[in-house]
C-alpha cells in the first residue's frame, strides 16, 4: 500500500479486515514497527473521532504524532496554480504540502468539499496536490468524495457482529438541517459493493427522489426510493445524510418520515444500526435507537483506532518507512 484514499488501495478487503481483527486482539502487539516515525495529522476541518483514534492507532504502533488545524491555526492555504496571491490566502499548498513532507514519515489530511462546485470537489484536488506535493504516503481522513478509515471500521464492525454468513446491509439517507458531503455515503457504498462482490454481505440503498449517489460508487447495489422495502429483512441499517449530488449541494425535501427509529426497526431482522457520528440525535436517528440494544454507533469509533491501525502499519511496510 503505498498512500491510503479509498477502497482501490486495498488489494484484498477480506484480508485487511482480518487483519484488523487480529490486531484488535492484541493492539500493542506491533508496538516496535512504528520505530518512532513521525505521522502528521492536517485538519482543513473539524474532528474528534478521526484526529484521536488515529493518534491512538500511531502510539499502538510506536509511532510519534503531530497534529494542525489548519483551518484554525494553519496559514491560509491557496490551491489554485499560476495564481498572483493577492488575496486572502497566505501559503501555497505547494510550499505547505513540501514542508510538512520534510518533517512527517506519512501525513494524513482531511480536506472537505465545498458543496458548490462538482467538478472541483470530485476531481479531489486538495488531496491529489497534497499527495504530488508532499512526496510521502498519504491517509486520507476524509476527503471531497470518500471517507475510506470510517468505511473500513464500518467493515469491521459489521463483520464483528454478523450472524449469518451473507447478511442484508441498508444503506439509508436520513434527515438533515444542513447540507452534508456524499462522501460518508459514497465510501460506504464502494465498500460494500466491493464486499458483495465478495459473497460477504447484500448490498441495498434507499433514498429519497433525486438523490441518486454518483454511479461510480454504487454500481452493483440494489437502489430504492422505497425505504419500507429496503429495511424488510435488514440485519444492518446504515444511516447517514447526504446533500443531493444532482443538483449539487442541494437539500431537496425536509425527509419528513425519513429518520430510522424503533418503529422502522419492526420492519427489519432486529438489525443493528449503525451511524459514523457526529449524529443529530432526533432529526438524522431516534434516541430511541440511539440508547437502545441495537445501536453500534460507538463500536464503529471504537473500530476506528483498529482500522487507522491497519492502514498505518500497511504504509509502513509497503512503503518500506
Ligand atoms: N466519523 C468521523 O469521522 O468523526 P469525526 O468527524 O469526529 O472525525
Redesign the pocket.
Known sequence: MKHFTSIHDVPNLDALVNEALKIKKDPLGFVDIGGQKTLGLVFLN??????MSTQKAAMNLGMNTMVINMDKEGWRLEMNDDVIMDGQTVEHIKEAAAVLGQYCDILGLRCFPNLKDKHEDYSEEVLNKFIKYSGVPVVSL?SATR?PL?SFADIITIKEHATKPKPKVVLTWAPHIKPLPQA?SNSFSEWMVKAQEMDMVDFVITHPEDYELAEEFTLGATITTNQNEALSGADFVYVKNWSSYNQYGEILTDGNGWMMDNAKLKLTDNAKVMH???VRRGLELGNDILDGQNSLVVHE?AN?VYSAQTVLKKLIEGNKL
Open positions: 473539524p474532528s474528534l473521532r478521526t484526529r476524509e471517507h470510517q460518508v459514523c457520528l457526529p469509533a476506528r
